[in-house]
């Protein structure tokens, strides 16, 4: 039915449209990741050219390629801002993604409310949690964050292909559920109002539509209030590699 399809694209579009809101604000952060890092909550490591590797330790200690760099206290205190702020602050882009998917499933217990069937439509949950799990699972490696080169620019070129991908999945559940909970209202009522599902479903979409522009709002400031912390990393990992040179080859951010 048109209808069942159009409300099918209303919801995924703006499900996916609030992670889009926030990842074209991402694409307005002015850094973007040179070298590959590896976040644990304590430690920084930094993969440069030709695997060489560059450890700060949860104790302030600086490896490169196993061996320990001497610091006076200056430098480590330094290093010790840095390791930290690296550990607060890039991981943030996964809670970013965790707050699209908790708004997403907010939309879809909309639609299941409008059928007075809180439980119709937890497959499409799934399906939307999957997509998210996979986009987050690419910068996850146990329980490390990861981001590797270009890993914003990269995000972004990907984006329209993976949308793609979950609009097609999101669709086939979207409709089965729909038509298993509409033939079972059928079963119960005795009959089906097309017309007054139809108007239902119209004021859920106005309803849906009002979500979004609410919603979007908060994620794009969010994700501006991300690149800001990043342009400040940024900036001190700068001041850092002038403190200790030895680091000049193990850049994070490109400006």
Known sequence: MKFVKALSSSTLLLGLALMSSKASALEA????IKNEVHLD??????????????LIDKDNN?????????????????LEAYRQNMNKHLPQAKKLAENGLALSHDIIDDVAASFDNSEAFQ????VITEFFNDVSSRYQQGDEFVLKSEAFSSFMDNWQQDFAKARESFDKEFFASAFQVMQEKMQQDGSFNLTELQNQWSELQAQLADTY???????QQEAKDYCDSLDDVATQEQELQRKIPELKDYQVFTI
């Not at 196993?66 to 206290?73: R, V």
């Not at 497959?123 to 799934?126: A, G, I, R, S």
């Open 213 to 219: 522009q609410q919603q979007s709002k908060q994620l």
């Open 62 to 78: 600086l490896h490169i390629n196993g061996k320990k760099i001497e610091l006076d206290q200056l430098q480590q205190d330094a």
């Open 29 to 32: 952060c002015r850094v973007d």
């Open 41 to 54: 909550g304590q430690q920084v490591e930094i993969v440069g050219e030709s695997n060489s590797k560059v």
């Open 123 to 126: 497959n499409v949950k799934q």
